[in-house]
């Protein structure tokens, strides 16, 4: 998942909109974050706040996948 991220972020023209697909994935993406980062202890507004305060999405994921071990 952290793979699939990074490459949705690495779009070369992020002022061009998502593909419908794109978007499907990502909220995906996005839905089994929030769930890891529940079990792990990590609340949607600490990870906002961490993205915020110049975490890159690579380094939460890890982050948080770190947190949450093996029951991610």
């Known amino acids: 998942m ?3 991220l990074y490459r949705l972020s690495a779009s070369p023209d ?3 909109p998502l593909t ?3 978007r499907e ?3 995906r993406a996005l839905a ?3 769930l890891v980062g529940a079990r792990a202890g990590v609340s949607t507004d600490q ?5 915020e305060s110049g975490m890159t999405v690579k380094e939460l994921v890890e982050y948080v996948f770190t947190l949450a ?3 991610a």
């Open 47 to 51: 990870m906002i706040d961490l993205l």
């Open 32 to 34: 089994k974050m929030v």
């Open 14 to 16: 992020p002022s061009e």
């Open 25 to 27: 994935v990502l909220e």
């Open 2 to 4: 952290a793979e699939m």
């Open 69 to 71: 071990g093996d029951d």
């Open 20 to 22: 419908c697909r794109q």
